[in-house]
């Protein structure tokens, strides 16, 4: 009797942790639940194809320099500038949490010789379940509750175009709850700005967007 009372505890823990866990994770309908914090990770550039050549007032600019100036200005511009960049706004939130350092540490992954491409087939190479791979794997410093990444890819001055993955993610669990790819065309003065206006554009894209992929 005694070892048929344990059984039955043990069972009853497992219920009662299952059950915890249960409401301790994310869901795609917490991603529009407004009532439901976000922390804003920023801009993953450690997946990016940057089609033709990289150049500020006709100097190249190196793989280094794009890692280390560019991609870091890119990111602080949601801290520096949040009014413009205003992702609260973008997700129907009063306000968000902010913890760039998550996308600051992948960003430094961006070391690969062939980051720089001569083949616009370059533009788009990911798909949703390599977005779901990277975040499997991602590193999010102990941070927990819904997490959103712009993974970027192709950035093309040719077709004057960049893509986006807008990205919702349970941290605790590493999954994608709710991810989208977007593309929006650069501009502006400068090459920070020139490819700082496709973030502009999506934040402004995914605030009148927001209810209608919460149907999707």
Known sequence: MKHIAKIKWFVAL????????????????????TKVPITWLGVDYSQTKFIGSATSKDVNISNDEFRDTY??????????????????????????????????????????????????????????????????????????????????????????????????VDMKSKTVLFTTYQTNPPGGFGFRNYWAKPLYTTLKNMESDFKKWSKN
Not at 15 to 26: E, G
Request: glycine residues 4%.
């Open 14 to 33: 497992v219920l009662i942790v299952t059950n915890a866990q249960s409401l301790l994770a994310q869901s795609k309908a917490d991603v529009f639940d």
């Open 71 to 168: 991609v870091s200005s890119w990111n602080y511009l949601f801290i520096n500038e949040q009014k413009k960049y205003d992702v609260a706004k973008a997700t129907h939130r009063e306000s968000v949490k902010y913890d760039i350092d998550v996308t600051l540490q992948a960003n430094k992954q961006l070391t690969k010789k062939d980051f720089y491409s001569n083949s616009p087939s370059d533009f788009k190479l990911l798909n949703e379940a390599a977005i779901a791979n990277l975040v499997k794997n991602y590193d999010f410093q102990k941070n927990d509750g819904i997490g959103l990444i712009f993974f970027a890819e192709g950035m093309s001055k040719g077709i004057s175009s960049m893509g986006i993955w807008v990205t919702f």
